[in-house]
């Protein structure tokens, strides 16, 4: 049923949005990029909070000074904003962010929304689901932008029940993924992964030039599917080569099921009205019940860093002068590590080049994190350098010790051996 159409006129936003108001965005590749821009230059001058979730443009950073965001950590442009003013670090996992608002422990006072209009004049969220709908239901003011060129992507359409109040129509490209063609190391790194993903494995993945190097390794495979938060280019690749045809999947889900479609121009065309893809709520595609239901599920993810027992760190640098950078988040990585546990035959890797930099820059093996343990001994499962595989499920202190050491840079080796001997029972 399509939403009874709201006039689109010019927003009156100190009408709408009021001194303490929680104002909750749609992210990512769904990011209302213009009502941000507007609202920035209505010129409130009180005080009010913008959660972001994770932005990818700059428009938040033209919000009054005594505006407070918060954001799912550094990634995308939340990361460059927290350098010149205050924004907070959500630590809720994905998978719960919009249970979150259901359960009314997140407040959403305004939301603002980027929609797409298909051409029978249905809305839908556009390229990327995420908490908004669950925040919608709960505000109680919902504005909209409708961006011509937003692709709508089966599996979320606009509810006719959550009432817009306000619309502004719109027309500008969407984010466009830019990859950093991978290096020598990780495509090795690369090679090191596909080697232990079997054929007709359903994947998670995400984004960068590590896991495009990822994608691009798993070409000769077959019948591969994927189960993602995010559906990027290297997945379209795979699926043009014929590597990645979703046929083992469980009956009825035959299709690419991902939180969030961030690509070029060329992706978001494939994707558009596709039912070969299917856009979901993180509820669905951070669910440990739902993937339990694939076998061979294998989550791969990359982290800032990974201790030699497997806590891994995928949240911050430490700076010169000790102080904790988000450059990464919570997100998405416990729901799947832990979820992947829970699928037949089911891994979740960790992979992560063994240094930056060279003999001369930083090792990404670890004796003790710098930052937090975004991921419990506990929960390590597979860790991937481009020195190999190490496989810590289950296996002792020592063991685990043994094998990152296996794994780490050899300049490395000696010293993270005597540092375990220092630190280790």
């Keep these: 049923m399509q939403q009874p159409e709201v006039p689109a006129v010019p927003i009156d936003w100190r009408a709408l949005v009021r001194e303490g108001d929680q104002v909750v965005c749609s992210h990512m590749t769904s990011e209302p990029v213009m009502l941000l821009h507007s609202l920035a230059d209505a010129g409130l001058d ?7 979730g994770v932005p990818f443009s700059p428009a938040a950073a033209a919000l009054p000074s005594q505006v407070v ?20 670090i959500s630590l809720t996992p994905y998978s719960r962010c919009g249970t979150a608002y259901a359960e009314k422990t997140e407040r959403a006072d305004v939301v603002l929304l980027s929609l797409a209009r298909d051409p029978d004049g249905e809305l839908w969220l556009g390229a990327s689901h995420g908490y908004i709908l669950e925040a919608a239901r709960s505000a109680r003011t919902v504005v909209a932008e409708i961006n011509a060129q937003s692709p709508c992507i089966l599996g979320a359409p606009w509810p006719a029940d959550i009432k817009i109040h306000a619309v502004m129509e719109t027309s500008y490209p969407l984010a466009d993924l830019q990859e950093r063609a991978p290096d020598d190391i990780e495509r090795q790194l690369a090679r090191n992964v596909a080697a232990i993903v079997g054929e007709g494995a359903c994947i998670q993945v995400g984004i960068g030039s590590t896991p495009s190097a990822m994608l691009n390794a798993l070409a000769g495979h077959r019948h ?10 290297g997945v379209l690749r795979l699926i043009q080569s014929g590597a990645l045809d979703n046929s083992r999947k469980p009956a009825g889900s035959h299709m690419a099921v991902t939180g969030c479609v961030y690509g070029g121009e060329a992706l978001y065309r494939f994707c558009h009205l596709n039912p070969a893809v299917q856009l979901r709520a993180p509820d669905y595609t951070h669910s440990a019940e739902v993937i339990a239901q694939h076998d061979d599920f294998v989550a ?15 949240e911050t640098i430490a700076t010169q002068q000790g ?22 035959r089911g891994q979740a890797i960790v992979a992560l080049p063994s240094r930056t930099g060279g003999t001369q820059g930083r090792t990404r093996i670890v004796a003790r994190l710098s930052g937090p343990a975004t991921v419990a001994a506990s929960d390590a499962d597979v860790v991937v350098t481009e020195h190999g595989v190490a496989r810590l499920r289950d296996a002792t202190l020592d063991e685990r010790v043994r094998r990152m050491l296996a794994i780490a840079d050899p300049v490395d080796r000696e010293e993270l051996e ?8």
């Design 46 to 52: 009180f005080p009010f909070d913008v959660t972001l």
């Design 69 to 88: 965001l918060t954001t799912f950590g550094g990634m995308g442009s939340a990361g460059s904003m927290a350098r010149n003013r205050t924004v907070r």
């Design 224 to 233: 591969l599917g994927l189960h993602s938060g995010m559906l990027s280019d």
């Design 300 to 314: 791969i993810n990359s982290a800032i860093e990974v201790d030699l027992i497997g806590q891994v760190n995928a």
């Design 323 to 344: 102080a904790m950078r988000y450059v990464g988040g919570v997100g998405g990585l416990n729901d799947f590590i832990r979820a992947a546990r829970h699928s037949t």
């Design 418 to 425: 005597r540092r375990a001997r220092e630190m280790l029972p």
